[in-house]
């Protein structure tokens, strides 16, 4: 079993930075694949960054190059660092991870943490 505790959202102005940390317990972050998922109210949930065994990663397009997903092994942990934020940023980012890549992108994780609240303002 994994246990995932998401931590760092807030409310900033666009153009702001918040820093989202995930940590995992119950067993080592490394084995896991793991990615980042965010709803925003009225919307259906989606992916945002992904990060695999071998530390590659993936962006969804509108955050490339504003966000930066990475894990700290050391401290079982998984982050997300977020920059220049926009309005439409806003939304319950939640982590999560799975074993098998597939079913993390397709928003099947077996793992899920309670999510945390961006607010970005104009």
């Known amino acids: 079993q994994v246990q995932l505790a998401e931590s760092g959202g807030g409310s900033v102005q666009a153009g702001g930075s918040l820093r989202l940390s995930c940590a995992v317990s119950?067993?080592?972050?490394?084995?896991?694949?793991m990615g980042w998922f965010r709803q925003a109210p009225g919307k259906e949930r989606e992916g945002v960054a992904y990060i695999d065994k071998r530390d590659d990663t993936r962006y969804e397009d509108s955050v490339k190059g504003r966000f930066t997903i990475s894990r700290e092994n050391f401290k079982n942990t998984m982050s997300l660092q977020m920059d220049n934020l926009v309005p439409d940023d806003t939304a319950m980012y939640y982590c999560?991870?799975?074993?098998?890549?597939?079913?993390?992108?397709?928003?099947?994780?077996?793992?899920w943490g309670q999510g945390t609240q961006v607010t970005v303002s104009s």
């Open positions: 119950g067993n080592t972050a490394r084995g896991y694949l």
């Open positions: 999560a991870a799975d074993p098998l890549y597939r079913e993390l992108e397709a928003g099947r994780a077996t793992y």
